[in-house]
RNA sequence: CGGGAUGUGGCUCAGUCUGGUAGAGCACGUCGUUCGGGACGACGGGGUCGGAGGUUCAAAUCCUCUCAUCCCGACCA
């Protein structure tokens, strides 16, 4: 590729728009550029990166066994109605009608379209199992989206779906893409971990992400010191506490005039806050639910969806609270309280603690499960922190931020049995196919190692996802010899197989060295006046400044060479 | 959807508080010098000040509405 004929539109200065590294440098150098909120163009370079990383999940995906097909975008209404899913998915499915008057939307998954087509064409146990898989645009109208390519309205992902005719040969299926997964984000070059996840609205029952490690990631994930246990936070389990076994005391209440906030109440009756337990109220679809979490916790909304089995919890208003339960926030609690009542395990192993009195400026202490009041259900529902035990091996844990980049879900027959996708199996019996489904973001990939793999000068891409491999700089246009060599050397690289991006623009040497750093490209090759002063061409390394010297016919052999080394098989 | 902020040549921004008829740097065009880490000089082109309405002799500036974008929280590849 010639740079003086390509669209590389780099920018000096940062975009106003962009504050993460990968959005910023992204836009700066001219690989993206935002038509609307969450929808970019991907520019010559940035679809390049993209075909990089496409490149290298299709060939796993391949190796695994899968068969690659291609979805439509727009898919009716009705298939979503057969699983319930048009109206739980909720404002993120774009939807419309089209001139006929007939319900569509865009896809942001492919379920219903692959388990309809498999449906119709898959009879027997004989032709299973199956894995399919596209690369394709999604769309989802996100409610923020954000940072660029990591949280796009539009995005590139390849989704895949496998068909089972069991559990066990399900769970292989799982393992096996599980296991690419794992190859393809190392290929990538990417810094990344698996931990057990939520399985969230895709539904199913078991799933591992796979997140990429970066400060700017969305996500927290609690990775053991010890043990070989990760999860994302807000997934990962509690370790259960041992019951306190202390003499109940006698149940008290006590005044406490306008003293609603833990640390004020706490403050005020001279306790920490973990001897208190505040009671949150959630509105769980249409329900309002109590939850009991011990002062210093915070109720996780995943866990308690999870329990309830609803489609959404949110925090009841103030207002709402009121009315529900006749109390205003900041005084309840479980005694004799109106609602359904949850108690999270570590309250329920807490003995004499204070909490609301369900009576306005009051409090009660010496509280007790079981002797004061009786929940519906006692579970994990606290977000877990840093100071709690490994949940396998109890060591200590640590967190960190991560992007995700792909998920694997196991999803039983929930899907096949709602739309009625069987097959014949030995005994001539219809059964569900028991069905697998696996994402990863091919654009956020793009932006994930961007995160990973930058400095104050630009980009440093990793080479298996460098949308070039080498740039060339010619520095002197005017000169025959420099000139010469610099488009013999292009000949040379592209015919070696090496992506090249050959610098031949009328520029100074200071941009086109400064916009070599910004574009990220692994190596860069410097044909100028070291040639007709020392018959050399100088070769550096983007990501640590490493640089050689090397007599022109030496370079072509030695970039194979580096590349080679680079690549991750 | 709640909270915060911003919209002024292609880009980054000043000007808005205190109304007086739009400015800088970069980019762009021409010419000259320069040419291994974002050169310099001269000349030049380019802006309905996000949009609509209002107040005023006069609005980028004040008021109302509206649209768009970005950031922080609940969703997800």
Redo the contacts with the bound molecule.
Sequence with gaps: MRYSQSLIP???????????AS?RLLLRAGYIR?L???IYTYLPLGLAAVRKVEHIVREEMNRAGAQELLMPMVQPADLWHETGRYEKYGP?LLRFVDRHDRESCLGPTHEEVITDLVRREIRSYRDLPKNLYQIQTKF?D??????GLM??RE?I?KDAYSFDVDDVQAGESYQRMYDAYKKIFTRCGLDFRPVEADS???GGSFSH?FMVLADTG??TLVICSSCDYAANSEKAEVKAPQADESPLLELTKVETPGKRKVPVVCEFMEIEPHELVKTMVYKADEEYIAVLVRGDREVQ??KLKNHLGVVDV?MATDKEVYDATGVPTGYLGPIDITIKLLVDQEVAAMRNFVCGANEKNFHVKNVNMGRDFEPAAVADLRQITASDPCPVCGAALGMKEGI????VFKLGTGYSTAMNAVFKDSNGQDKPMVMGCY???V??IVAAAIEQNHDE?GMAFPMPLAPMQVILLN?GLKDEKITKTAESLYLELQEKGVDVLLDDRDE????K???A??LGIPLRV??????TKDGVV?L?QRKDGATEELAPEMVAARIVELINAAMID
């Design positions: 780099t920018l000096k200065e940062n975009p106003a728009e962009a504050e993460v959005h935002k609307t909120a969450g993120e989802r996100e409610i923020r989206p954000r940072f949280r796009g995005f992902m969230g609205t895709i992400e969305e996500d909304e995943v949110e995700e980049v792909g998920h994402g990863i973001g654009s956020r000068n520095l100074r040497p200071g941009s060295f400064k916009d750093d910004l410097t044909v100028g006046k070291r040639l100088e550096r």
